[in-house]
C-alpha cells in the first residue's frame, strides 16, 4: 500500500533553517509528480512546491519562493523540503502528497494520497 512519512519538523527561530523529508513506500516513486501543502490552524490547506517526476521541473507558492526548495532523490524514493529565512507565517503542519497521475492543477484535489503532518514552528 502507498505510504508518505515526513520527517525533519520541529521548532526555529525566525531567520532560520529546517529541511523536511517525506520518504514513500507501495509504489514507483519515480513516475509521479509530488508536492508539499501546509495548513495552519483556522487555514485552508495551500500548496507550497511541486517537484516533477524526474526532478527537472519545479512550482513554488509565491510566499515561499527563493527561500523554500523542493528537491527529490528518485533512487532513495524520498523528496525533501528545504526552508531557510523562515518566518513566523510558515508556522504550519506540513504535509507531503502524491499527484494523481496525469493531474494538471497544484489544488489538493489533485493529490491522491497523503502522508500524517509534521508540524513546523517557527518563533519570532
Known amino acids: 500500500q502507498v505510504q508518505l512519512v515526513e520527517s525533519g519538523g520541529g521548532l526555529a527561530q525566525a531567520g532560520g533553517s529546517l529541511r523536511l523529508s517525506c520518504a514513500a513506500s507501495?509504489?514507483?516513486?519515480?513516475?509521479?509528480?509530488m508536492g508539499w501543502f501546509r495548513q495552519a490552524p483556522g487555514k485552508e490547506r495551500e500548496i507550497v512546491a511541486v517537484?516533477?517526476?524526474?526532478?527537472?521541473?519545479?512550482y513554488y507558492a509565491e510566499s515561499v519562493k527563493g527561500r523554500f526548495t523542493i528537491s527529490r532523490d528518485n533512487a532513495k524514493n524520498t523528496m525533501y523540503l528545504q526552508m531557510n529565512s523562515l518566518k513566523p507565517d510558515d508556522t504550519a503542519v506540513y504535509y507531503c502528497a502524491r499527484k494523481s497521475y496525469g493531474a494538471m492543477g497544484n489544488g489538493p484535489l489533485n493529490y491522491d494520497y497523503w502522508g500524517q503532518g509534521t508540524q513546523v514552528t517557527v518563533s519570532s
Open positions: 507501495g509504489y514507483t516513486f519515480g513516475n509521479y509528480a
Open positions: 517537484v516533477s517526476s524526474r526532478g527537472s521541473g519545479t
